[in-house]
T-cell receptor, first 117, second 116 residues
Framework: GAVVSQHPSWVICKSGTSVKIECRSL??????MFWYRQFPKQSLMLMATSNEGSKATYEQGVEKDKFLINHASLTLSTLTVTSAHPEDSSFYIC?????????????FGPGTRLTVL | AQTVTQSQPEMSVQEAETVTLSCTYDTSENNYYLFWYKQPPSRQMILVIR??????QNATENRFSVNFQKAAKSFSLKISDSQLGDTAMYFC?????????????FGKGTRLSVIA
C-alpha cells in the first residue's frame, strides 16, 4: 500500500513557540491531505483538509491562524502550530488518498506527538 | 452530516475466542465506504477491513469479518480466533464514495483487550 510519513515523530517545545509538522506521501501524489488531532484515549478529530495549491479548509472550532497549513506540492503538507500552549499538546496525524491507486482508501502517517511545556 | 457511533468503550475476550464490536452510523448518502481501523499502542492507524455500501456481500479478511446491515445502518466487526496481538483500539469509520477527496468520520472507538 501507499506510504505516508510524518516528521518529527515527537516534539517538545516551550509555550509560545511555533512547531512545524511535515506530512509526506512517499510513493504517490496527493492533491488533498487531512490533518487529525487525537487527545489521549479519544478518537481522531478532523482539524482541516489541506489542498495542494489552495487554501486549507478548517473544521468548525479550529483556529486557522493558529494552525497554519501549507500544501505547496503534491507530496508535502505542513502543519504549523503557532504560539503553542499546553492545551495544544496532542497527537497529530495526517492522511492522504492515493486516488491513482484506484481504491478509495486513506493512508495514515505514523503521527506526531506534540508536548508543549 | 454523517455520524458514527460505537457504543462499547471497552471489551475483553479470551485468546482464541470470538468477539464482535458494534458500530452504527447515520447518513443520507447512498454511496459510501465503511472501515474498521486498528490502532495499537504504537498509534499507527492500520486498516483492518473495508466495505463498499453498494456491495451486499459482507467483507472478510482472514480472521476479520463484518456484518453490514445497510437498512439498519449497522456495521459490526467480528474477530475470530482472537490473538494477543489483536489488543488495540478499534475505530469504525465512514467515508463518502467517488467524491474525490473527503475525510473519514470516526466513531469514538472500542478498546479491545485479548486475555491469555
Amino acid at each position: 500500500g501507499a506510504v505516508v510519513s510524518q516528521h518529527p515523530s515527537w516534539v517538545i517545545c516551550k509555550s509560545g513557540t511555533s512547531v512545524k509538522i511535515e506530512c509526506r506521501s512517499l510513493d504517490f501524489q496527493a492533491t488533498t491531505m487531512f490533518w487529525y488531532r487525537q487527545f489521549p484515549k479519544q478518537s481522531l478529530m478532523l482539524m482541516a483538509t489541506s489542498n495542494e495549491g489552495s487554501k486549507a479548509t478548517y473544521e468548525q472550532g479550529v483556529e486557522k491562524d493558529k494552525f497554519l497549513i501549507n500544501h505547496a506540492s503534491l507530496t508535502l503538507s505542513t502543519l504549523t502550530v503557532t504560539s503553542a500552549h499546553p492545551e495544544d499538546s496532542s497527537f497529530y496525524i495526517c492522511s492522504a488518498n492515493d486516488l491513482a491507486g484506484g481504491v478509495d482508501e486513506q493512508f495514515f502517517g505514523p503521527g506526531t506527538r506534540l508536548t508543549v511545556l | 452530516a454523517q455520524t458514527v457511533t460505537q457504543s462499547q468503550p471497552e471489551m475483553s475476550v479470551q485468546e482464541a475466542e470470538t468477539v464482535t464490536l458494534s458500530c452504527t452510523y447515520d447518513t443520507s448518502e447512498n454511496n459510501y465506504y465503511l472501515f474498521w481501523y486498528k490502532q495499537p499502542p504504537s498509534r499507527q492507524m492500520i486498516l483492518v477491513i473495508r466495505q463498499e455500501a453498494y456491495k451486499q456481500q459482507n467483507a472478510t479478511e482472514n480472521r476479520f469479518s463484518v456484518n453490514f446491515q445497510k437498512a439498519a445502518k449497522s456495521f459490526s466487526l467480528k474477530i475470530s480466533d482472537s490473538q494477543l496481538g489483536d489488543t488495540a483500539m478499534y475505530f469504525c469509520a465512514f467515508m463518502k464514495r467517488n467524491s474525490g477527496n473527503t475525510p473519514l468520520v470516526f466513531g469514538k472507538g472500542t478498546r479491545l483487550s485479548v486475555i491469555a
